[in-house]
């Protein structure tokens, strides 16, 4: 079985929703969106880390350090999400995480990942293997 990394764009802080807490850090239930987003990637076996794209000045996400076992690594994200995403693969390749390495790619305030679904994208994108 293949391991995945999971990269998290994560550097939003509100500005659209007109908050002045980060989306990603509004509660549903006990949890933040973030956390419900990083509970679901990290419970999956194939999923061997999470890297993290925060703001620069974000005081909570670095907080996360684990989850399941699995690392919770941060960098700092960009302007816009594909900043993020390309500071996180950046961050990646820095830890010497090979550059062969599947990666997923999921926001953090999108908190109704389902397992199911997550293992569904995974075994198509990695069907040929």
Known sequence: MRSVWAVVPAAG???RLGSKTP????KIGDKTLLEHSLSVLCAHPQIAGVMLALDADDAHGS?????NEKPICVCTGGATRAESVANALEMLTQMGVASDTFVAVHDAARPCLQLKDLNAVLNAALCDE
């Open 23 to 26: 989306k990603q850090y509004l």
């Open 63 to 67: 907080k996360l350090r684990e989850m």
């Open 13 to 15: 802080i509100g500005t």
